[in-house]
């Protein structure tokens, strides 16, 4: 058996374990099926009995009793099978909610170097419309699949009970039914393979350029993106049509089967009635009436247990995103009440893809309270330091000390607890201003969040916003300027009252409106904690208690701006070349 057709044991497993975590309604709804599959087969020969026993002779009383007990059949499997969708997808939609809490909450913990190497598009269709398709395991998938097989086992039991020589003319056809459905099986869970994959792909396409829709439109590149488009879309639509094409050969070519056995028994149960009379015209219709019944759910079977396919295709894509070993390590079991905020690199070293170091060797002090800025031209490794200290990723070999604690000693909540991190390129969600601010921390009250804007003068400029703390942000901040989006991620560093604060490239876009109310911003912010300023323009900076000059990697130069001025050395060369500049 190739590797395309064969079952996804271990994710059907897994899946039947979750759905059995309610183990009262799968049960329920297994015994309804049980009670449909019986009540459908017994149909068929109390219409035959009716004709035998009650029209022919002409007993019209006992056939109005048998009407009304097929009329509460009916009922019951009315009510049955309203029940059995019901709870089959209260079933389905519980434990793709489970299985999203799952993923989101491993995909939200994973480290920063898993969303580097995979597409916002592909973490999308994972968390979406693979769940979802996950859901016809139960709602189309195995509860269904249950029923048929049962209705197939009780009506093929009721025909060998009615008559067993028709019985024998209807199994015939079983052999051929299943070769042709096994054929079909094969068949489409390639497909299905196929169209998840270019699902992914076209998701991540859309997502990417609705992202960078600016950079298309600013270089003109809307028609070739077009076409690229266009593309990745006829190869999505390619794959739906391969899935349509089995399921439009399956359907006409199960019709000729059925009718061909529909022949048969009219045939060999014409003759035997009238050459043997060992078969009556009661059982001839309610073997009418089984062929129907016996085929359908064998042809529901196969493009029901490729549904079934299609959600184990998609579980076992979720699952493997699910068990992907991508946690940082949270190993420490230190908690530091309050901190004085020292922090010590020491030799520290580390890479982001092996073999090509980015930092190499760095080592540096800041005390309590002081104010350290990093300068460097880009790609020296700034940036890098922050992603250290804030543990977005692990370090190769040295260590990273906060009050003479290895950060890998802490607990990695309280590690960030500690620090504030404010980011050239600032992320507003799309709600309001409070709720940016605050991260919905319902720890932080709306007086608290206004009073710090007060503080850091810019409770003017939010009130003047519509509707002020409560104006609706647009996606990322677009409704505002940069400078406006700056002065909001200070605030919303300030209200956290961090002990270490970072500002990484925070003032180098802004504009000349708000350039005073960030400067203000920044010395209440760096008041009293301890500061690591990251910056392009060196005049911000020249207060700082240490400046670290990084060149590939390394601390070339560190001192006061004076002192390093005085030495002639890199960093002279930077401060006069943008002066020189900015002149």
């Not at 058996?1 to 979750?18: C, D, H, P, Q, V």
């Not at 054929?183 to 390639?190: A, E, H, L």
């Not at 989006?485 to 708000?514: C, G, N, W």
Request: aromatic share 10%; proline share 2%; charged share 20%.
């Amino acid at each position: 058996m190739s590797k395309e057709s064969k079952f996804n044991l271990s994710e059907f497993k897994r899946l039947i374990k979750i759905g059995m975590e309610d183990r009262p309604m799968f049960i329920l709804v297994t015994s309804v099926a049980i009670l449909l599959a019986v009540l459908s087969s017994v149909r068929p020969i109390l219409v035959g009995n009716a004709i035998d026993l009650y029209i022919k002779p002409k007993n019209y009383e006992l056939l109005l009793q048998l009407s009304l007990i097929l009329c509460g059949i009916l009922l019951a499997e009315i009510i049955l099978q309203y029940v059995f969708i019901l709870y089959s997808n209260i079933i389905a939609q519980t434990v793709i909610e489970k299985i999203r809490v799952k993923l989101f909450d491993k995909i939200i913990n994973y480290k920063l170097s898993f969303f580097d190497k995979t597409p916002n598009g592909t973490l999308v269709t994972r968390s979406v419309s693979d769940i979802e398709t996950v859901s016809q395991v139960f709602t189309d998938g195995i509860l269904v699949i249950l029923g048929d097989i049962l209705k197939i086992l009780f009506i093929v039991v009721a025909m060998f009970a009615t008559n067993w020589k028709l019985a024998l003319v209807v199994i015939v056809i079983l052999p051929l039914m299943i070769i042709i459905t096994n054929i079909f099986q094969k068949s489409i869970k390639r497909t299905f393979a196929e169209e998840r994959t270019q699902t992914a792909i076209f998701n991540s396409f859309v997502q990417e350029r609705l992202s960078g829709m600016k950079i298309i439109q600013l270089f003109n590149r809307e028609e070739a993106e077009f076409e690229k488009f266009k593309i990745i879309n006829h190869n999505l639509k390619k794959a739906y049509l391969a899935t349509i094409f089995y399921f439009s050969l399956l359907f006409p070519v199960v019709e000729v089967v059925s009718a061909l056995a529909l022949g048969l028994v009219i045939i060999v149960g014409g003759y035997s009635t009238t050459e043997f009379g060992d078969v009556t015209a009661g059982q001839v219709i309610a073997f009418i009436m089984f062929i129907p019944m016996l085929v359908r759910p064998i042809r529901q079977i196969a493009e029901r247990y490729n549904n079934l396919q299609r959600g184990l295709v998609s579980s076992e894509r979720v699952f493997k995103m699910m068990d992907l070993d991508e946690l940082l390590p949270d190993n420490g079991t230190q908690e530091l009440p309050k901190i004085k905020g020292e922090i010590e690199f020491s030799n520290v070293h580390f890479e982001y893809v092996e073999g090509e170091e980015v930092l190499k060797g760095i080592s540096f002090y800041a005390g309590a309270g002081e104010k350290i800025a990093i300068v460097g031209a880009t790609g020296a490794g700034k940036s890098t330091i922050i992603n250290l200290l804030t543990r977005f990723y692990d370090i190769k070999s040295g260590s990273i000390k906060i009050d003479n604690v290895d950060i890998r000693d802490l607990k990695l909540n309280h590690l960030r607890s500690y620090i504030a991190l404010v980011l050239q390129d600032v992320f507003l969600f799309n709600d309001t201003i409070m709720n940016n601010i605050t991260l919905s921390n319902d720890q932080i009250s709306r007086e608290e969040v206004m009073n710090a804007a007060r503080e850091i003068e810019i409770f003017d400029f939010i009130e003047s916003l519509p509707n002020g703390f409560d104006y609706k942000v647009a996606e990322r901040g677009s409704t505002l300027s940069v400078g406006q989006r700056q002065l909001l991620s200070f605030l919303r560093a300030y209200v956290y009252k961090p002990e270490i604060l970072v500002l990484d490239e925070a003032t180098s876009s802004i504009d000349s409106a708000s350039e005073t109310l960030i400067q203000n911003a920044t010395e209440k912010l760096t008041m009293n904690r301890t500061s690591i300023i990251i910056a392009h323009r060196l005049a911000t900076i020249q207060n700082a208690d240490k400046i670290l000059v990084m060149d590939q990697g390394r601390i070339v130069e560190q001192g006061k701006h004076q002192d390093l001025l005085e030495k002639n050395g890199y960093y002279s060369k930077l401060y006069h070349a943008q002066f020189k500049n900015s002149a």
